[in-house]
């Protein structure tokens, strides 16, 4: 148990924890916007598991990681689209309709996959995101490994984080957002385009959502089935627990990832079934839940699709 009080270690884990959190960053701003517009996108599993498969299979052909990811978030936007269009066009139920393109969207990658590269034991590798050191920064001595030394993403993920904090908060745009997710019928006689708002803000999930199943595979260099493992309903949660608040969702994202972090290692030092050890991220952030469901207050409007006046429910 020493083990675990070594600098190498602590370095290590908290390194892990970023990167293992920086997916979960990603698709939690993304599903903040939406639901800070009124609108939930229960499809992040779906989303996620697709931008992972095409973020893959587009690697793998044409050898660029970047047009992975560019295909990723295209086809993120384009989910997101599917579920504002049923959402808020169609009014049809949010929860219906994410779970049901959680299912198909997780039941097409699988079936895509194994159509493709058939029942494999070890998919074939793809080129990964390279780790880009931040000069000066990542030689400091412990900080510069933590912090300084990932790929591309992890460093754009956190700063969408204080970029999207002073947009929800501080600039006009976050004003019109936050209010159509209170009261939808109040902005729509000033002007505002309740519907054009929420379909852009499903959209900037869906991409987001997209990133970060890309991440998965691009990270690790393959594809494989349920890689996503729930991470797309954890965002929900972390969410919930930011109090739809970037900063704050970012601690639960943070928080998660060294859970998970810390749990792969501990498999090596204590012996303890890993099928337990393996619940351990997931039942933190339920506790932690737990703990802050009473404080937090969720938009007005959320989950309620909208009607103009006079239009027919």
Not at 30 to 49: C, D, H, Q
């Amino acid at each position: 148990m020493q083990d675990i009080f070594t600098a190498v270690f602590l370095v290590s884990l908290f390194s892990a924890a970023i990167r293992v959190a920086t997916p979960l960053v990603l698709v939690s701003m993304g599903e903040l916007v939406a639901e800070r517009s009124g609108t939930m996108n229960m499809a992040l599993e779906g989303i996620m598991s697709l931008g992972a498969f095409i973020a893959y299979v587009v690697t793998l052909l044409t050898g660029s990681p970047l047009l992975g990811l560019l295909s990723a978030l295209a086809a993120g936007a384009i989910s997101g689209l599917i579920v504002a269009f049923t959402c808020v066009t169609l009014r049809a139920n949010q929860v219906v309709i994410g779970l049901a393109l959680v299912f198909v969207l997780t039941g097409f990658t699988g079936f895509l996959f194994r159509a493709i590269f058939g029942i494999i034991l070890l998919p074939e590798t793809i080129e990964q995101i390279p780790i880009v050191r931040i000069p000066i920064l990542a030689d400091i001595p412990y900080i510069g490994t933590i912090f300084f030394q990932h790929n591309i993403l992890v460093y754009i993920a956190f700063a969408i984080v204080p970029i999207l904090s002073f947009i929800l908060f501080k600039t006009e745009l976050g004003l019109k957002i936050r209010a159509v997710g209170e009261k939808p019928e109040a902005v729509d006689t000033l002007g505002i385009n309740v519907f054009r708002l929420r379909y852009l803000c499903l959209i900037f999930g869906g991409i987001l959502a997209g990133c970060g199943g890309a991440l998965l595979s691009l990270e690790l260099g393959f594809f494989r089935e349920y890689m996503v493992a729930g991470r797309g309903w954890m965002a929900i949660a972390i969410v919930i627990f930011g109090n739809w608040t970037p900063r704050r969702a970012t601690v639960g994202a943070l928080l998660f990832g060294l859970v998970d972090a810390l749990q792969y290692r501990i498999q090596t030092i204590v012996r303890i079934p890993y099928m337990l050890l393996l619940t351990l991220p997931y039942l933190t952030v339920i506790i932690a839940l737990m703990v802050v469901s009473r404080r937090t207050a969720a938009p007005a409007a959320l989950g309620e699709p909208y009607v103009r006046g006079g239009e027919d429910s």
